[in-house]
């Protein structure tokens, strides 16, 4: 922003905090790149353990299947034994014995191959879920490799305009009046880096107090350096848009 009666010192004044902002918030940004990689981290890793679940599930089911399939063969041979008992027996009684037991053994294997079903019908199921895992897990992947470049080109973008604004910054404080400077860095190093305020309807827009209406008058003015008595930062006027950039009439009393 330029405005045509602002003393020069105050127009770079005003340049120097943007500049020292711009480097501010690059910096900051910068700070937090290990915490974004990480957390790029941390969303591939999410993926990868919801894969590991679904196989994991799938796994588990295997197991328990093969588990019951050893009891069916169990009771399978029994009741081949129980059948060649059968071809063997000498009684009435011993036939109708092994007759019960052999109704049992088909009863057993009856229900366990119905748990048998139970769980080829989840495992279809898990394993849709372990194809849909595997899937999102490379999408993922894709995304968070897309991400990370994003992260590396803005890192470099950042680091480009520290080098500008540092350059630039020398350029500026060349030229600015020495007491000037020293004010703005004294200011700026007390008060979080933000030595410059615009001051809107009498009122200073960062520490909120209201100026003296003598001061705030003459901060209409732009043309000298003027320091907030509250917080110290260095004031200035912005004109409303359209609004010629020049002290209101009762400011031609001011000192
Ligand atoms: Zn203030």
Do not use: W
Request: contains cysteine; glycine residues 2%; aromatic residues 4%.
């Amino acid at each position: 922003m330029t405005y045509p009666a602002m003393l020069p010192d105050l127009s770079r004044v005003i340049a120097l905090q943007k500049l020292d902002t711009t480097a501010h918030d690059a910096q900051r940004r910068l700070a937090d790149e290990p915490e974004r990689a990480k957390a790029l981290d941390a969303r591939l890793e999410v993926a990868k353990e919801r894969l590991a679940e679904a196989k994991a599930n799938l796994a588990a089911n295997q197991a328990k299947r093969r588990e019951i399939e050893k009891d069916v063969a169990v009771h399978q041979s029994r009741l081949s034994k129980f059948r060649d008992q059968a071809m063997a027996v000498k009684t009435n009684q011993e036939y109708h014995a092994i007759q019960k037991e052999m109704g049992f053994a088909q009863t057993e294997i009856k229900s366990l191959e119905d748990r048998i079903l139970e769980f080829m019908l989840e495992a279809d199921e898990q394993n849709a879920a372990v194809k849909r895992a595997d899937k999102a897990l490379a999408e993922e992947q894709k995304a968070v490799e897309a991400d990370r470049r994003a992260l590396a080109a803005e890192s470099e973008t950042l680091r480009t305009s520290l080098v500008e604004v540092a350059a630039e910054r020398a350029r500026l404080t060349a030229t600015l009046d020495p007491h000037v400077l020293a004010t703005f860095e004294r200011v700026a190093k007390g008060r979080s880096g933000i030595a410059v305020a615009e001051a809107r309807d009498a009122i200073c827009t960062i520490c909120h107090v209201r100026l003296r209406p003598q001061v705030f008058n003459n901060v209409r003015k732009n043309d000298s350096i003027i320091q907030c008595d509250s917080c110290q930062r260095i004031l200035y006027f912005a004109p409303p848009e359209g609004a010629p950039a020049q002290a209101s009439d009762n400011a031609t009393h001011a000192v």
